[in-house]
Each structure stands twice: as C-alpha cells, then as structure tokens.
C-alpha cells in the first residue's frame, strides 16, 4: 500500500512556516508523504495567517476552489489550521462546508488525530448509504459555538459525517 499524500500550502507570517515544518514532521512520522501537486494530494491542509489579508484572500479562494474537488472526491480531507482557523472556525465552516478539519495553532499536536478520524469516518464502510450531506445540512450543523473550545468528533448528515475541531476557547 502506498503512502497518502500530504498537501500542506502555508501563508502569512514566519511562525507558520516554522509550525508548517513542524506539522511536515510529525505527519511524515505517521507514513504521510508530501507532495507539491493538491490534485494528488489525499490530504489538503492550509496553515493559515490572519493577520496578513493578502494571505487570508488567497486562503478563501483555495478553499473556494476545492468546492468541486471534494464533490468529485468525497474522501479527500480538507484542513484549515493556524490563525484563522481559531479565529474564524464557525464562519469557515458555514462558507466552505466541504472543511473537514479546523485546528488552531496552540492545538496543533493533536493534528495527526484529527486526520486520522477525518480518514476513517470519510472511508465508507460497506453497507453505508449514500454520500455527502442531507439537503440543508452543513458541517457547521456539526459544531455548536461552545464545542470549539475543545476536540469534537460529532456525527452529523447523511453517511455519519464527522467534523473535526480544535481549537482553544
């Protein structure tokens, strides 16, 4: 079996691309590879700025764009991390529904968890009906305000989606 693969874009400040590296290493340690191609990538993660609003434009519209990616590939796992992550949560999973993952910067060692229960609840098991969400659901049906001060794992729509958080309070 070949290794998944790993897209991790960074923006804005320097801590990011110090925590990029980071996240790099601790990812590969799991058997995860990079790759410089998003369309080959398993895994899509953006480590996030918001302090810098060049940076935060681009990250709206690469998650914009993989609209169509996760509809052609359910199982690809969408990730937003760092700054904007914390500060936005709720609105980026109102906007882009198709986000699996949120995770701030002070809770990024629990980033491999959170890829791995994204990767198993997005892996149909037999017998599952359908794909995606229910008409009218989104992953924000998933977190409720308070649950983003903390790891949540809550089933949702059709097919048991999971969204997963963290993200300090």
Known sequence: MSARKLYLETFGCQMNVLDSELVLGQLRAQGY????DREQA????????????????????????LR????????????????MAERDGMNIFKRFPHVDILCGPGE?????????????????????PGEGWG?????????????????LSQSTGRGGKTRQVALMG
């Not at 590879?33 to 410089?36: L, N």
């Not at 169509?68 to 700054?83: A, E």
């Not at 008409?135 to 790891?151: F, K, R, Y």
């Open 33 to 36: 590879e990079s790759t410089d």
């Open 42 to 65: 398993d895994v899509i993660i953006y480590n996030t700025c918001s302090v810098r609003e060049h940076a935060e434009q681009k990250v709206w519209s690469r998650l914009g764009q």
């Open 68 to 83: 169509d990616r996760k509809q052609t590939d359910p199982h690809v796992v969408i990730g937003v991390i760092g700054c």
């Open 108 to 128: 990024l060692d629990k980033l491999p968890g959170l890829i791995h229960n994204a990767v198993v609840t997005l892996t149909p098991s037999p017998g599952t």
């Open 135 to 151: 008409e009218g659901q989104t992953a924000s049906d998933a977190v409720s305000n308070s649950a983003l001060t903390s790891i």
